[in-house]
């Protein structure tokens, strides 16, 4: 008698098989120039509607470095832009993403200029960064708390709220930008030397936020915390900071 397989098992199988046959297509579709991805206009747009859900989900979070955190709604709005603009068009997405349609391809990728940002967050509460299009919630707890697991955030740290205080800004980089990298025994580093280290290409540095008390970095968001503003052992009140995408 012929084992059945299990539903989800089953689910599992396909979406394995799909991703790894949108893998096999992929050069057809899509390359890497610089730092944008180059779309082929026809080759995506003939696609079935799953399939480039699915392709641009991946073009976006290569074009950020990171996993796209696109809602459904947004991918599908970018689906719908890409199968009727006209060339010299463009759409702005979330964390400074755009598309602009050239003839017979959509390039896609963050635009080279940043504008100075600097954002005031409230504290404890959530400020929307526009100009990336993420979300900061910050809470104050007694003692060291456990991060919590429970919302898809993207990026979670904790500080010494005494060492702090309750004035905290996010913004861009600006030049002469220092900070302690956590892991480095208290060593400071300069920020455009660390983003250098870590790869980050020129196009993306302006976009990183950084968290700060004042002139003081506390943390190069999704990268690493200064160590002097940690939350340790012995921390009496902590700063817990949450970053996610707003959709």
């Not at 455009?192 to 943390?219: F, H, M, T």
Request: neutral net charge.
């Amino acid at each position: 008698m012929k084992k059945r397989s299990h539903p989800r098992q089953a689910c599992w199988d396909e979406d394995e098989a799909i991703d790894q046959y949108l893998e096999t297509i992929a050069e057809t579709v899509f390359t890497r120039e610089e730092e944008v991805l180059s779309v082929k206009r026809n080759n995506f747009n003939i696609l079935p509607l799953a399939f480039r859900r699915r392709i641009f989900r991946k073009i976006a979070g290569l074009a950020v470095a990171e996993p796209s955190t696109l809602s459904l709604a947004q991918i599908d709005e970018a689906l719908f832009f890409m199968a009727a603009a006209q060339t010299g068009r463009t759409m702005s997405l979330p964390r400074g993403l755009s598309i602009g349609r050239e003839y017979d391809r959509f390039v896609v990728g963050m635009p080279a200029d940043m504008p100075e940002f600097s954002s005031s967050l409230t504290v404890p509460g959530i400020t929307v960064i526009s100009e990336l299009g993420l979300e900061v919630e910050l809470t104050i707890a007694d003692g060291v708390p456990t991060l919590s697991e429970e919302k898809n955030y993207l990026w979670q740290a904790l500080f010494d709220y005494d060492k702090i205080g309750s004035f905290l800004t996010l913004r861009n980089r600006r030049p002469g930008d220092w900070f302690c990298p956590s892991g480095m025994g208290g060593r400071s580093k300069k920020l455009q030397d660390y983003l250098v280290d870590e790869k980050v290409s020129r196009r993306k540095r302006d976009r990183i936020p950084l968290l700060c008390a004042g002139d003081n970095i506390l943390w190069v968001v999704g990268f690493r915390t200064d160590e002097r503003f940690a939350a340790g052992a012995d921390a009496k009140t902590t700063l817990v900071v949450r970053v996610s995408g707003n959709s």
